[in-house]
Nanobody, 125 residues
Framework: QVQLLESGGGLVQAGGSLRLSCAAS????????MGWFRQAPGKEREFVAA????????YYADSVKGRFTISRDNAMNTVYLQMNRLKSEDTAVYYC??????????????????WGKGTLVTVSS
């Protein structure tokens, strides 16, 4: 059974940092892009960042560009999201996702092959 398991969420003060991890198990994701979406209370789920396995290129939402960095470890089947200079508006449940679509079009949202259950990030001001 394929699983995406997020970890690393928590409570942090504005301006602080957190690193999220997403460990994939149950299959290899050599041909998949992986990345993150988030959903704040009362809002729709939105794209945050994606990384393509094939060419390792990364893609970010404008709201996090320059503050967040996505990376991955192929051997460990794990993707990371380093979040710096956090703001209160970054408060959300962060979901890991995996899909064959190239990371360059993840900003469009839509269905993904696999989703994690989410990890809560709360940024206090």
């Amino acid at each position: 059974q394929v699983q995406l398991l997020e970890s690393g969420g928590g409570l942090v003060q504005a301006g602080g940092s957190l690193r999220l991890s997403c460990a994939a198990s149950g299959r290899t994701f050599g041909s998949y892009s992986m990345g993150w979406f988030r959903q704040a209370p009362g809002k729709e789920r939105e794209f945050v960042a994606a990384i393509s396995w094939s060419d390792r290129r990364t893609y970010y939402a404008d709201s996090v560009k320059g503050r967040f960095t996505i990376s991955r470890d192929n051997a460990m089947n794990t993707v990371y999201l380093q979040m710096n200079r956090l703001k209160s508006e970054d408060t959300a449940v962060y979901y890991c996702a995996a899909d064959p679509k190239h990371g360059s079009i993840w900003y469009r949202g839509g269905p993904m092959d696999y989703w994690g259950k989410g990890t809560l990030v709360t940024v206090s001001s």
